[in-house]
């Protein structure tokens, strides 16, 4: 009897977890409740509502019409009947208000289906829930049957934050006007309900605009080093089908139209818009560039404001998004008219000259019925007039919005960028994204909009985004949609890996949920060993590396536990599966010194978003690579780096190096020097070297330079102090001119 009893429980338990695995929504709701039973929707079906009720009714017809499309020939009913029996109800009645416009009930029983939602958003995320309890094939475009099921539940559900976007760059690569209606619909499907369409850029302008027909005919196409054309652009015609098209799912399109900075291909199309008036052309290259908007010339403004009341015919949304990133002061503070203008204003300076700029911008647009968005750097003079801030460099400047009262999206480099390879930001990275700043003042919570991910394309064509977008966006669908309380990453990993099946069926190729192969490095206790774990992305790959250089076969050493290095190694690995390289080949590099794990003290404050894993990440034993986002590098702008390491004891010393990274149109500079000092103590510290960049780097585009010092006759030492010193400003002949510049470093040694 025991025996049978175990047998049950355990087939019971079988049972369950299949019918739960039936069960993959995305993104979670917050109340599911799972009973026996299934429901069948066939041709005998009845969809019902009350032709009265406009909102359930045309949700009603939307359904009926999608299963009608997929030969599920349900029929429909204008009246809510008591015999509901094969029918599915849509009804306002009973559903509370608690939910707010885009929650819903949904209660599936063997006999009906009763979807109970206050607005039409309500309605059409129950559906896009019903879609995701049926087969996977439902999404394919070729899916015909007469019937489909899906399992008996109730879902009580409803969305934490009301902003839940994305931002997709169409202007360093132009994406198609379907290709952008199929974003919406994978937004829609996710229950996410923001396009933020970047559609002006240094790299190319995107949008008709009939009183300025130069901004296509010349600022939309740009011409490559080899002669080839590239460009494309939007016509009025174009963005009314595709805002129109994301209205019908619930999906706003917030356009971003870049002011004062990222306005190159304006300025080629109108040069007497800028400071100097000179003739320009569109940028091939990325970056930041010098030459912005002119603050002080008043056709400027007149120039704007017409473009903008073209842009706010198309778009309904209320809010326009104006940037306000990254615009260089340089050609401000050489500008006769825009010095004018910071005396005629009674301005102190250009932060605040580019404050008055926006809030001019915002006031018009205020007349217009919008609101304004920019990106952080518009609270660098001020919060201009009534501003909704997007936090981008860090959670800390969704702090300073919140802090100036001003509502805030978040979308943090750290968890949101998804043009950052999945070796830096991989999806678990992402889903433990909150947009709520730690210890933030509870009255201000309401302040926090939502957040954003981010795909910007310097290095995304049009083929590539969707490997890159996937699967990381459905963890920004889950932190924006569900509750913290609610979430698990294993437990949205498993529902994530059921998922693809229908990312299949959509026909989306999406990524790997982390790199092919990850390094995890550590420290061993005697701070003279490093230990490296090589993590698989994919449970069916298995890893094999060498440690000669050499590149990695299938015959290669087999990854098995963690690799200890006691000298200094570079590590090539790749990912095999059934024999077949997987992925890239990927290479670290790792040194063992006598500064390995040591005590660090810095003299600077390190940027969060380039942090390096932590504040020991320059004696954790990792070089970096080419890649200022390889998460190795620790950095800090406009300001000189001081750290000093504690060895432990007086002990001899004969080397000294530390690296530093060179990307110049990212405003990364190596330093003009790096000065070397010891101390016995950590009071009195004597200068041994002087080690200068040499004049034949600072121009090359991207480069790894490590400064190296050697001591003829051994020092005895303690303490080790490098300094830096940052080059200044970026120089006269650098596209951003006059911006602070970066210093990235990677590892000091000390031999």
Not at 63 to 80: I, M, P, S, T, Y
Not at 113 to 130: D, M
Not at 511 to 539: M, P, Y
């Given at each position: 009897?025991?025996?049978?009893?175990?047998?049950?429980?355990?087939?019971?338990?079988?049972l369950?977890?299949?019918?739960?695995?039936?069960?993959n929504?995305?993104p979670?709701?917050?109340?599911?409740k799972q009973?026996d039973?299934?429901?069948?929707?066939?041709?005998?079906?009845?969809?019902?509502?009350?032709?009265a009720d406009?909102?359930a009714?045309?949700?009603?017809i939307?359904l009926?019409?999608?299963?009608?499309?997929?030969?599920?020939?349900?029929?429909?009913n204008?009246?809510?009947?008591?015999?509901?029996?094969?029918s599915?109800v849509?009804?306002?009645?009973?559903?509370?208000?608690?939910?707010?416009?885009?929650g819903?009930?949904?209660?599936?029983?063997?006999?009906?289906i009763?979807i109970?939602?206050?607005?039409?958003?309500?309605?059409?995320y129950?559906?896009?829930?019903?879609?995701?309890l049926?087969?996977?094939?439902?999404?394919?475009n070729?899916f015909?049957?007469?019937?489909?099921?899906?399992?008996?539940?109730?879902?009580?559900?409803k969305?934490?934050?009301?902003?839940r976007?994305?931002n997709?760059?169409?202007?360093?690569?132009?994406?198609?006007?379907?290709f952008?209606?199929r974003?919406?619909?994978?937004?829609?499907?996710h229950k996410?309900?923001?396009?933020?369409?970047?559609?002006?850029?240094?790299?190319?302008?995107?949008?008709?605009?009939?009183?300025?027909?130069?901004?296509t005919?010349?600022?939309?196409?740009?011409?490559?080093?080899?002669?080839t054309?590239?460009?494309?652009?939007?016509?009025?015609?174009?963005?009314?089908?595709?805002?129109?098209?994301?209205?019908?799912r619930?999906v706003?399109?917030v356009?971003?139209?870049?002011?004062?900075?990222h306005s190159?291909a304006?300025?080629?199309a109108?040069?007497?818009?800028?400071?100097?008036?000179e003739?320009?052309?569109?940028e091939?290259n990325?970056?930041?560039?010098?030459?912005?908007y002119?603050?002080?010339?008043?056709?400027?403004?007149?120039?704007?404001?017409d473009?903008l009341?073209e842009?706010?015919?198309?778009?309904?949304?209320?809010?326009?998004?104006?940037?306000?990133?990254?615009?260089?002061?340089y050609?401000w503070?050489?500008?006769?008219?825009?010095?004018?203008r910071?005396?005629s204003?009674?301005?102190?300076?250009y932060?605040?000259?580019?404050?008055?700029?926006i809030?001019?911008i915002?006031?018009f647009?205020?007349?217009?019925?919008k609101?304004i968005?920019?990106?952080?750097?518009?609270?660098?003079?001020?919060?201009?007039?009534?501003?909704?801030v997007?936090?981008?460099?860090?959670?800390d400047?969704?702090t300073?919005?919140?802090?100036?009262?001003?509502?805030?999206?978040?979308?943090?480099t750290s968890?949101?960028y998804f043009?950052?390879?999945?070796?830096?930001t991989?999806?678990?990275?992402?889903?433990?994204?909150?947009?709520?700043?730690?210890?933030?003042?509870?009255?201000?919570?309401?302040?926090?909009?939502g957040?954003e991910?981010?795909?910007?394309?310097?290095?995304a064509?049009?083929?590539?985004?969707?490997?890159?977008v996937?699967?990381?966006?459905?963890a920004?669908?889950?932190?924006?949609?569900?509750?913290?309380?609610?979430?698990?990453?294993n437990?949205f990993?498993?529902?994530v890996?059921?998922?693809?099946h229908?990312?299949e069926?959509?026909?989306?190729?999406y990524?790997?949920?982390?790199?092919?192969?990850e390094?995890?490095?550590?420290?061993g206790?005697?701070?003279?060993?490093?230990?490296?774990?090589?993590?698989?992305?994919?449970?069916?790959?298995?890893?094999?590396?060498t440690?000669?250089?050499?590149?990695p076969?299938?015959?290669?050493t087999r990854y098995c536990?963690?690799?200890?290095?006691?000298?200094?190694?570079?590590?090539?690995?790749?990912?095999?599966?059934?024999?077949?390289?997987?992925?890239d080949?990927?290479?670290?590099?790792?040194v063992?010194?006598?500064?390995?794990?040591?005590?660090?003290?810095l003299?600077?404050?390190?940027?969060?978003?380039?942090?390096?894993?932590?504040?020991?990440?320059?004696?954790d034993?990792?070089?970096?690579t080419?890649?200022?986002?390889?998460?190795?590098?620790?950095?800090?702008?406009?300001?000189?780096?001081?750290?000093?390491?504690?060895?432990?004891?007086?002990?001899?010393i004969?080397?000294?190096?530390?690296?530093?990274?060179q990307?110049?149109?990212?405003?990364?500079?190596l330093?003009?020097r790096?000065?070397?000092?010891?101390?016995?103590?950590?009071?009195?510290?004597?200068?041994?070297?002087?080690?200068?960049?040499?004049?034949n780097?600072?121009?090359?585009?991207?480069?790894?330079?490590r400064?190296?010092?050697?001591?003829?006759?051994?020092?005895?030492?303690r303490?080790?102090?490098?300094?830096?010193?940052?080059?200044?400003p970026?120089?006269?002949?650098?596209?951003?001119?006059?911006?602070?510049?970066?210093?990235?470093?990677d590892?000091?040694?000390?031999?």
């Amino acid at each position: 009897m025991r025996k049978l009893v175990m047998l049950t429980l355990a087939l019971t338990a079988l049972l369950s977890c299949s019918r739960n695995s039936d069960v993959n929504i995305i993104p979670k709701p917050v109340s599911i409740k799972q009973v026996d039973g299934d429901f069948t929707i066939n041709s005998k079906t009845l969809v019902r509502a009350d032709s009265a009720d406009s909102i359930a009714f045309n949700n009603a017809i939307y359904l009926v019409e999608l299963l009608n499309q997929k030969g599920v020939g349900c029929a429909f009913n204008a009246e809510v009947g008591v015999d509901s029996t094969n029918s599915i109800v849509f009804t306002r009645t009973g559903c509370p208000d608690s939910l707010g416009a885009e929650g819903y009930m949904l209660s599936i029983g063997p006999k009906h289906i009763v979807i109970k939602a206050n607005e039409s958003a309500g309605f059409f995320y129950a559906i896009q829930t019903l879609r995701q309890l049926m087969p996977a094939n439902f999404e394919k475009n070729d899916f015909r049957q007469k019937s489909v099921t899906v399992p008996c539940l109730s879902i009580i559900d409803k969305p934490r934050f009301p902003w839940r976007g994305l931002n997709l760059d169409c202007c360093r690569h132009f994406m198609t006007k379907d290709f952008v209606k199929r974003y919406i619909d994978l937004l829609a499907y996710h229950k996410m309900n923001v396009l933020h369409w970047h559609l002006t850029e240094d790299q190319g302008w995107r949008i008709e605009i009939k009183k300025y027909p130069r901004l296509t005919e010349i600022g939309a196409w740009r011409t490559n080093a080899d002669g080839t054309v590239y460009g494309g652009f939007y016509t009025q015609d174009d963005i009314r089908e595709v805002v129109s098209y994301a209205a019908k799912r619930h999906v706003m399109v917030v356009p971003e139209i870049e002011m004062p900075g990222h306005s190159v291909a304006a300025l080629a199309a109108y040069p007497n818009l800028s400071c100097t008036g000179e003739p320009l052309k569109v940028e091939t290259n990325w970056g930041v560039f010098k030459d912005i908007y002119c603050a002080g010339n008043d056709s400027t403004f007149i120039f704007l404001q017409d473009v903008l009341t073209e842009v706010v015919e198309l778009f309904p949304s209320p809010y326009i998004h104006i940037g306000g990133d990254e615009a260089p002061k340089y050609r401000w503070e050489n500008c006769p008219k825009c010095k004018a203008r910071l005396k005629s204003e009674g301005l102190s300076n250009y932060e605040e000259l580019q404050r008055y700029f926006i809030s001019q911008i915002a006031k018009f647009l205020e007349g217009k019925g919008k609101t304004i968005i920019g990106w952080d750097e518009i609270l660098e003079g001020g919060r201009p007039h009534n501003a909704t801030v997007q936090a981008w460099r860090g959670i800390d400047r969704a702090t300073k919005a919140l802090s100036a009262n001003a509502p805030v999206i978040v979308s943090p480099t750290s968890h949101c960028y998804f043009d950052y390879p999945v070796e830096v930001t991989n999806l678990q990275k992402v889903y433990s994204f909150d947009p709520v700043p730690a210890q933030v003042d509870s009255a201000k919570i309401q302040l926090v909009l939502g957040g954003e991910c981010n795909m910007w394309t310097e290095y995304a064509p049009q083929e590539t985004v969707d490997s890159k977008v996937f699967p990381r966006i459905l963890a920004i669908a889950e932190v924006l949609w569900t509750y913290p309380r609610e979430r698990n990453y294993n437990e949205f990993l498993n529902r994530v890996r059921n998922h693809y099946h229908r990312l299949e069926a959509l026909g989306v190729t999406y990524g790997f949920e982390q790199s092919a192969v990850e390094f995890k490095s550590s420290i061993g206790d005697d701070k003279k060993s490093i230990f490296v774990e090589l993590i698989k992305g994919q449970d069916n790959l298995t890893i094999r590396y060498t440690t000669n250089g050499d590149e990695p076969t299938v015959n290669s050493t087999r990854y098995c536990k963690p690799i200890e290095l006691t000298s200094s190694t570079t590590l090539r690995a790749a990912a095999f599966n059934n024999g077949n390289r997987v992925g890239d080949v990927f290479e670290r590099s790792f040194v063992v010194s006598k500064s390995l794990g040591k005590p660090i003290e810095l003299g600077f404050v390190p940027a969060e978003k380039y942090l390096g894993g932590s504040k020991q990440a320059l004696v954790d034993g990792r070089l970096g690579t080419p890649k200022y986002n390889d998460g190795i590098w620790q950095a800090v702008q406009g300001h000189d780096m001081v750290a000093t390491i504690d060895l432990g004891a007086n002990q001899p010393i004969k080397n000294f190096s530390v690296g530093f990274l060179q990307n110049i149109l990212s405003w990364i500079f190596l330093p003009n020097r790096v000065d070397v000092f010891v101390s016995a103590d950590s009071i009195s510290f004597e200068q041994i070297a002087q080690m200068d960049c040499p004049e034949n780097i600072k121009r090359q585009p991207v480069l790894v330079y490590r400064f190296n010092a050697f001591v003829v006759n051994n020092i005895m030492a303690r303490y080790v102090r490098f300094v830096a010193h940052n080059p200044g400003p970026c120089p006269e002949w650098h596209p951003a001119s006059g911006s602070p510049t970066w210093l990235f470093a990677d590892e000091i040694v000390v031999e």
